[in-house]
Structure formats: C-alpha cells, structure tokens
C-alpha cells in the first residue's frame, strides 16, 4: 500500500552549493520550500559539491563546508527517512552524463549560462568547469526522472537547460529522460541584509542559522535602520506588500519572517523612536525560532552525518546507476 502511494508521487530534485554557513536568506528563501515539498513529493536533495568545486580551490575548506552543509540540512528537519538526500561527488554518474550532455549543446547556448556570461562580463576569468556547469546542473537533474526543480527565479535558466538537454537526448536516442519543469514560488522572500541589500554572503550582510545568541544579536544590532518605510522596499520582491506603513524598514522586513503583521504592526507603531528596542525583540524572536534547530545540530554526531550520508549516496547511486546503464547502451558505447 505504503509503496504503490509512494510511487505515485512526482519526483522533486533540488540542489544546494556547499560553499559556506547557511544564512536566514538560504532558510526563508530555499530551504524552507523543501521541508515542506518532503510531504506532497518523492525528494531527492543534493549537497552539490561538484558545482562548489568551481570556485572553492582549498580541499579542507570544501570538505568541511560539505560536511556542515548536510549537518545542517539534518538540523533544520530534511528527513533522510522520507527523501533521499546525499553528496553529488559520491554519485559519478553526475559528471559522466554531463560530458554526453556537453557532447549535445552547442557552445552557443553555453555562452548564454547567466553564470559564465555574468563573470565573463566582470572581466573575470572563468574556468571551464563554470561554462559546462549548467550541463552538470541538467545531470543531477535528469538522473533521477525529476518531475519538479524548486528553485529561485536565479536559476530558471539553468532548469530550461536542463530541460533542452534532456529533450536534445530523447530526440538523438529516443525517450530515455523526463523533461523536468522549473518550480519558482513567484513571491518568495528575497530576504534583505543587515544593510538592507539583499542578504548574501558575498556582501558579508548576513544573519547565520545556525549562530550562537551572541552572533545573532551581533548581526541585529547591526541592521542599518534608517528613515526608509516599507513602501521603499517596493523594489524588494518581499512576500505580500505591508497594509500599512512601516519603519524602519530594513528591521521589519526581518522581522516579518518570524511574526505576523498583526504582531508587528502595533508593536512597531508603539516603538516608532526606540529602534533599539524593536532590535532586542527581534533578537529574542530569532534565538526563539532557531533554538529547536540549534540543539538538534548540536545532537547530531559526526558519525551520524557520515552514516546518513553514505546511506543516502548509496541510495542515489542505485537510481542513476540504473539510468545510466540505459544511457550507455543507447549512446553506443557498450560493446
Ligand atoms: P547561495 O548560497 O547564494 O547559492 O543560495 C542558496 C539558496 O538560497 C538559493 O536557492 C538562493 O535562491 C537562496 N538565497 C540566498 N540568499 C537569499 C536571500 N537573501 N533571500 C532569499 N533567498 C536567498
Ligand atoms: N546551481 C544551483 C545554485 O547555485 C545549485 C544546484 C546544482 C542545483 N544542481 C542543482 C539546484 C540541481 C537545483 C537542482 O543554487
């Protein structure tokens, strides 16, 4: 019974980069939907350290990002019981099928990864392990017969790459992937920084999840309040637009992911001239909501991360172990 249910389920498939401590950015603005979609879908998470590998060039710092990064994943709630969740580098099958999807792309449409085309702009050199990144992206994506990708609207492209990449292989070798659909929660906080930018580790703007009382009040404190109301923040795809005029913005909007209007509108209203007032009750709701979180981070031995990862590795590799043995014998390759 159990099992016919599950199998009825659309396949979901998200990936996060291992590139450093999750913020309440990466919560709100990622994280959160996958707790949620662990329900309603058959999940399959990945700690993308293949994709990190484009950028991060020290190997302690990235093994001990990725091992946090699944350490963190355990603490917020991604269940390993109901979704697979495992370490792309583990799965090999990933960079073999990219170099057969690389084989099928145009450079052209490569030129064209927002990714490549940004750095590229910058006058920055780019690896070429970045301009094949959204075919490895396609890879991770197309293993598992992925229905829906949970993403934010950043990476719409790369899901319709992932998509015409797996469109491109039916077409030479007949129907072998599911042409998976971008899913983008149109409205989904862009969170904004301690300085009112969007929060993200390049602008060192950020409030950490996982941050001791202390780092948490560090950071709040340093939220730049200024005159600005929320309706300054219309540029700011922030949720649903405040009924009414509130400020200091930038606090608001934070605090926002973790009460009410109803809560914070007389509440703001009653400290109009005591920001820092408003800063210590942020504070409190912050440890308050990251505290149940905290101790199950704490709880989580080393071994366990490891256990579990391995388990869930092991998992991943039997799905695309299979696809690709498919994939082989169609290409030609098998003698
Ligand atoms: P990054 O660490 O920038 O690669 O982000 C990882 C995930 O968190 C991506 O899916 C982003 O869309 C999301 N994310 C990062 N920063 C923010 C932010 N300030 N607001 C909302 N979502 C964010
Ligand atoms: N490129 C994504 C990001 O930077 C991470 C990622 C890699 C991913 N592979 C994926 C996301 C597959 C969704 C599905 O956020």
Request: proline content about 4%; charged content about 25%.
């Amino acid at each position: 019974m159990e099992q016919a249910k599950l199998g009825t389920k659309k396949r979901l498939f998200s990936g996060i980069q291992p590139s450093g401590t999750l913020h309440i950015g990466n919560y709100f603005g990622a994280l959160q939907q996958w707790l949620e979609h662990q329900a309603e879908f058959d999940c399959v998470f990945s700690v993308v350290d293949y994709h990190a590998l484009t950028s991060v060039k020290d190997a302690a710092l990235l093994r001990e990002n990725t091992f946090n990064a699944f350490r963190d994943l355990l603490a917020i709630g991604i269940d390993p019981n109901k979704s697979i969740l495992f370490q792309q580098s583990r799965v090999q099958e990933h960079p073999e099928l990219a170099w057969i999807l690389d084989c099928l792309v145009p450079v052209s449409m490569l030129e064209l990864g927002h990714a490549y085309k940004d750095k590229v702009a910058k006058g920055l050199d780019a690896n070429a392990g970045l301009f094949n990144y959204p075919m490895l992206m396609a890879a991770d994506i197309i293993l598992y017969d992925t229905d829906v990708v949970p993403v934010g609207a950043d990476q719409r492209q790369h899901v319709e790459y992932a998509r015409e990449a797996a469109a491109k292989f039916n077409l030479a070798y007949g129907k072998t992937f599911v042409e998976p659909k971008e899913m983008i929660v149109e409205n989904v906080a862009i969170v904004p920084g301690t300085d009112g930018k969007k929060m993200s580790k390049s602008y060192g703007n950020t409030i950490p999840l996982f941050g001791s009382r202390d780092e948490i009040a560090k950071a709040v404190m340093s939220i730049v309040t200024d005159s600005t109301t929320t309706e300054d923040y219309s540029h700011v795809a922030f949720q649903k637009a405040p009924l009414q005029t509130v400020r200091p913005a930038n606090l608001y909007m934070i605090h926002k992911l973790f009460k009410p209007d109803s809560i914070l509108f007389p509440l703001y209203s009653a400290n109009q001239n005591n920001y820092k007032a408003l800063k210590e009750i942020l504070i409190e709701d912050i440890d308050v909501f990251v505290a149940p979180m905290r101790e199950k981070w704490a709880s989580i031995t080393d071994a366990d991360v490891k256990r579990i990862v391995e388990e869930g590795s092991a998992k991943a590799k039997a799905i695309a172990s299979a696809k690709m043995a498919d994939v082989r014998q169609k290409i030609g390759v098998t003698l």
